[in-house]
């Protein structure tokens, strides 16, 4: 009786007598075998159940041992072959090496030397196949790590900015505000989860660049000269340099960091973008960005009513902002008190300080 685990082999040879021998052979060793007269046989054997071990004689009508050998390695490429060769035919058993086959014996054979080549081809089997999954489990930790990595300098990178915010009293909360804006418009718009959280991470770090910008421009409490806001206007491309190797894989979070002060005339900044070349995500972020900023007070200016910045939304709709987006954000905060916006006078004074918008 073969042993539960016993290891299955398949001999293939179109003399059942020296099939037999080898059978006896390998079964005496504790393995299950199967035979196969030609190699068209086998391959309907090893379609059926594939085995770790074929043996086959390398001469055989209809199909011989070399195409054998060819179709089991590039169809179940973790099966071990060893081929059963005539003495004159050392070339071909050299070819087989070649083509992946792991031993072979030569005929006459002793029963001795197929054993010790069978368990030398299945030694070197499994080390193949412990090498590979070494191989395979230390790349996934690799990626892993790496994605860990990048992580952990998103979450730093995060930490930066509600850091530079805090310092700026123009800019307190903004980024946390417009990820929340936009999540709202993007869930109302009938998003996924993931794209949501990408818009949710391109929001938050989006004026990231402004780390670059002088603070005298920034605080700067008249109108700005053309100098100052095109370097102002730098910023988008600054954040999208700093972050670029830290989003490789999130390419919709850094098109929304290059690109949130695009328009869809055409007349935004860095690239002049125009309508469905910018990415819906990075439309959203822009409508959520233009509205916490107007309602926020600014150096130069005070901060708009939340029904004027609504208005301007609806002024803009199809020329600087998309009419979905906007209309999404008008359904998601249908009234005042539902938004967190960042200047009391925004507020009309009889309605309750909102809490921020629940993500989820
Ligand atoms: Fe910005």
């Keep these: 009786m073969p042993q539960p685990n016993a290891m299955h082999c398949l001999v293939v040879d179109d003399e059942p007598r020296l099939r037999r021998v080898l059978v006896r052979l390998l079964e005496g060793e504790g393995f299950v075998c199967r035979e196969a007269g030609s190699g068209t046989e086998a391959l309907e054997l090893m379609r059926h159940e594939p085995v ?45 090496l070649q083509l992946g086959a792991l031993d072979y014996v030569a005929k006459p054979f002793h029963l001795d030397e197929v054993r010790a080549r069978v ?22 930790r690799v990626q892993e790590q790496a994605r860990r990595i990048e992580e952990l300098s998103l979450e730093r990178l995060q930490a930066l900015v509600h850091a530079l915010e ?19 418009i993007g869930r109302e718009l009938g998003l996924a989860p993931a794209a949501l959280d990408l818009i949710s991470m391109g929001a938050e770090l989006h004026d990231l660049g402004k780390i670059g910008v002088s603070e005298a421009v920034l605080h700067k409490p008249g109108k700005l000269t053309d ?28 098109a929304i960091v290059r690109s949130h002060h695009e328009r869809l005339d055409g007349k935004g900044f860095p690239d002049g973008l125009k309508g469905d070349e910018i990415p819906l995500e990075v439309r959203i972020v822009t409508v959520a960005d233009s509205f916490d900023a107007m309602t926020s007070l600014r150096p130069y200016r005070p901060a708009l009513s939340v029904a004027n910045a609504m208005d301007q939304l609806e002024e803009g709709k199809g020329r600087q902002f998309d009419q979905g987006a906007v209309q999404a954000f008008l359904r998601a905060f249908p009234d005042a008190a539902s938004l967190p916006v960042a200047s009391p006078e925004a507020r009309p004074l009889h309605l309750p300080t909102p809490v921020a918008v629940r993500r989820s």
């Design 52 to 96: 770790p071990l074929v043996i086959s004689d390398l001469r055989m009508p209809q199909m011989d041992g070399v195409t054998l050998l060819r179709e089991v390695i590039s169809r179940w490429p973790d099966t071990a072959v060893i081929v059963v060769t005539a003495v004159a035919e050392v070339e071909s058993a050299v070819a087989c």
């Design 119 to 140: 368990m030398q081809a299945l030694d070197k089997r499994r080390l193949i196949l412990e090498n590979r999954m070494y191989q395979e489990q230390l790349e996934q």
């Design 166 to 184: 805090e310092k700026d009293p123009y800019l307190r909360g903004h980024s946390v505000r417009v990820a929340n804006y936009a999540f709202g």
């Design 227 to 254: 100098v100052e806001y095109r370097h102002i206007m730098e910023h988008p491309v600054t954040g999208a340099r700093i972050l670029g190797p830290l989003m490789r894989d999130a390419p919709v979070a850094l």
